[in-house]
């Protein structure tokens, strides 16, 4: 039955990352935390597991949607590997606080980035150009360095960072969102490959648990895809603002918990 819960959490969290794009980590890991007895570092691990099959469904579902930018993804995903690599290596020796923080710090971000106003076409024949665009060398300037950093960041989440790679795809290269979703999707598998490495060199977590949640994260992002076809791009903005917010209040009202309690026990 334990197992069985996670896989129900697994189901979500990849309809989540067929919906909107994104790995599924920004919604797991407070899943994890909130309602199971994961720890931090455990749930970060769990999430990689998760983003790795979501992400590697949702990407070939894209696929066949002609949703993908491929050279797009290419460059960005092989620019922030090895850095989302360390990130999930170097887990083990940041605190649960400064991982909450990081995860608070990403989602307040990525959720900025959304409420910028932004020219917008999501037309088939506009989706068609963009999918088979070429990146030049201003491009490559934009995405190299963020790269760097953002895989760096992620890696030590364990998300695929879908949930920025999302609204920057649109703003920086005016990506049509459902193109954006789809080449989210391929970046964040690329980063997942070496994630799950890194994780399992430096966190201890039961496999077998996050075996669940990416075996229900497989029928889960066949769900989201199919969705995201039947819905306005609009309506797929405001789930990902309102999902985001959610998690933001959460976590922002853990650590402020967290950080009252040590200024208590300093006090006493």
Same mark, same amino acid.
């Given at each position: 039955m334990e197992y069985l819960k996670f896989? &129900?959490?697994g189901i979500?969290?990849? =309809? +989540? =990352? &067929?919906?909107? &794009?994104?790995? &599924?980590? +920004?919604l797991i890991i407070p899943?994890?935390?909130y309602i199971t007895s994961v720890e931090v570092k455990a749930a970060t691990a769990i999430s990689v597991v998760q983003t790795f099959f979501a992400s590697s469904f949702g990407t070939l579902f894209n696929h066949l949607q002609k949703t993908i930018n491929f050279r797009y993804a290419l460059i960005f995903g092989l620019?922030?590997? +090895?850095?989302?690599?360390?990130?999930?290596?170097?887990?083990?020796?940041?605190?649960?606080?400064?991982?909450?923080?990081?995860?608070?710090?990403? =989602?307040?971000?990525?959720i900025v980035l959304?409420?910028?106003?932004r020219n917008n076409s999501d037309s088939s024949k506009e989706s068609k150009i963009v999918a088979n665009l070429v990146p030049d060398n201003k491009a490559y300037l934009k995405i190299v360095p963020i790269s760097l950093v953002a895989g760096f960041a992620f890696g030590i989440l364990g998300v695929g960072g879908g949930f920025f790679y999302v609204p920057l795809l649109v703003i920086l290269f005016d990506f049509p969102l459902k193109i954006a979703i789809g080449t989210s999707l391929?970046?964040?598998?690329?980063?997942a490959i070496f994630g799950i490495a890194g994780k399992l060199l430096a966190v201890r977590f039961d496999f077998f648990i996050g075996l669940s949640v990416a075996l229900g994260a497989i029928g889960g992002s066949r769900i989201g895809v199919y969705i995201n076809k039947k819905i306005k791009p609009q309506i797929i903005r405001v789930i990902f603002v309102i999902l985001l917010t959610i998690t933001?209040?959460?976590?922002? +009202?853990?650590?402020?918990?967290?950080f009252t309690c040590k200024q208590l026990f300093f006090l006493s």
């Open positions: 896989f &129900g959490i979500l969290g990849g =309809a +989540v =990352a &067929g919906l909107l &794009g994104i790995g &599924g980590g +920004v899943i994890l935390l620019s922030s590997t +090895v850095t989302y690599f360390f990130g999930s290596y170097f887990t083990q020796y940041i605190t649960d606080t400064t991982i909450k923080v990081i995860y608070l710090c990403t =989602a307040v971000l990525a959304f409420f910028i106003k391929m970046i964040i598998f690329c980063n933001i209040i959460r976590v922002g +009202v853990d650590l402020f918990s967290s």
